[in-house]
């Protein structure tokens, strides 16, 4: 028996590695243990639950407000002795969270060898996303299997001296999480349920570049799209960070078409995705989400690591200025050819079997160091 050792954090994490370990978990001579930091807290144990994943190891890390050093520094106190613990013959991470960046590390100073789901995701901006273009970059400096999404994060890889035989092109997981839970949906409770003739635009953000201003004029061009549109319905669930909630619900509080909502459980999420017209976001996961569910989306940031959403035509940067926002809704909510024509895209992040592909190349490359 082979042990990969899976480390995980915040919900977007857990969602794009519970695909693969049902996967790896299906092959006879793997043993899978995941370890979980807890980066995330109630949003982790949220997928945890839906996806019916039990932690072998919890370190239970996350603090209120927390800051990037001090989430780094706590990680690289505690995974050592959980990498230590399971011996494992491969450490995977996934994406360019602190989580991700510090478990490779670690791995690295055990001279553990490291699988890197959803690798070569670049926009060649340090700053964007901030930290997150250099936690992947660091990942990729240490990995030795590169599972890359699409042909194109292929391309950043081996232009970055990435050794050919060490990149797959696997599809994102999170397409085979997204169909496996888009078949279990049961609609949405009452309280998220549109009134007729309404128009549901779903929206998120959390990223740390749109911190203070960014955050403060999507809320004005929320405000304005609701004060134009008396038929539009904003479903916003609000990430917990303090740095989103205060500002979201002092601006954005007491509007009668604007939903404030904790954040929802996958199921319920895919459920709005499904349920609205379009989508205002800075997730990198609901990017890739929303093409495969025909839904266009207005990406509030200047650079996206996903050029593949743009150039498929279901998403529009739109940065964070107010004008420049209401503007892209107002055409979503009225221009009916441009609707149709952002919502009838071919999927460009994967065909659901991204797991499978990984699992593939994992079991052939440790099974044959045992032969
Ligand atoms: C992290 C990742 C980001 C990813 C995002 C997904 C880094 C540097 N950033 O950012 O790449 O896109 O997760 O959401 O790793 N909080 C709670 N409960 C929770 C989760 C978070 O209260 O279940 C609050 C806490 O106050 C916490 C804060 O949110 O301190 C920030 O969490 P953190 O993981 O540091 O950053 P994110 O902005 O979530
Ligand atoms: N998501 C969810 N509940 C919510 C909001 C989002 O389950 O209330 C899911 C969403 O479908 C996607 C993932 O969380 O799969 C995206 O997470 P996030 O935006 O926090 O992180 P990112 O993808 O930007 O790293």
Not at 271 to 288: H, K, N, P, W, Y
């Amino acid at each position: 028996m082979k042990t990969i050792l899976v480390i995980a954090g915040t919900r977007p994490e857990a969602i794009k590695v519970a695909p693969v370990i049902a996967e790896l978990r299906a092959r006879a001579m793997l043993n899978v243990r995941l370890c979980v930091t807890a980066q995330h807290r109630h949003m982790l144990d949220q997928v945890l639950d839906i996806f019916d994943l039990k932690a072998d190891t919890d370190l239970d890390l996350m603090t209120p407000g927390q800051s990037l050093p001090e989430l780094a520094s706590r990680l690289l106190d505690r995974l050592p002795a959980a990498v230590a613990t399971a011996k494992p013959s491969c450490v995977m991470v996934q994406g360019d969270t602190t989580t991700a960046f510090i478990g490779a590390l670690t791995a690295f100073y055990q001279q553990v060898p490291v699988a890197h789901i959803e690798a070569g995701l670049r926009t060649r901006d340090p700053y964007a996303p901030f930290p997150e273009e250099i936690n992947r970059r660091l990942v990729g400096q240490i990995a030795r299997w590169h599972f890359a999404p699409t042909e194109k994060a292929r391309q950043n890889l081996l232009r970055e001296g990435v050794p050919t035989k060490q990149v797959y092109v696997t599809g994102n997981t999170v397409i085979d999480a997204l169909l496996t839970t888009a078949q279990t949906v049961q609609g949405l409770p009452d309280e998220l349920q549109p009134q007729p003739g309404q128009q549901m635009i779903l929206v998120t953000g959390h990223r740390r570049e749109n911190f203070g201003p960014g955050i403060r004029n999507l809320c004005a061009a929320l405000k304005e799209i609701a004060g134009a549109f008396p038929n539009a319905r904003i479903i916003y669930p609000v990430h917990p960070n303090p740095n989103v909630r205060e500002p979201v619900s002092r601006l954005l509080s007491g509007i009668s078409n604007i939903q404030l909502i904790d954040p929802v459980d996958y199921p319920t999420f895919v459920a709005l995705m499904l349920e609205c017209r379009f989508i205002i976001t800075d997730s990198g996961g609901v990017q890739e989400e929303a093409p495969a569910l025909g839904k266009p989306v207005l990406v509030t940031r200047d650079a996206t690591e996903r050029p593949e959403a743009v150039e498929a035509g279901f998403a529009r940067l739109v940065g964070t200025n107010t004008d420049a926002i209401v503007r892209a809704a107002r055409q979503l909510l009225t221009d009916e050819r441009l609707y149709a024509r952002m919502s009838t895209v071919e999927n460009p992040f994967g065909d659901g079997r991204a797991a499978e592909r990984i699992a593939d190349v994992l079991e052939n490359d440790l099974l044959a160091e045992l032969h």
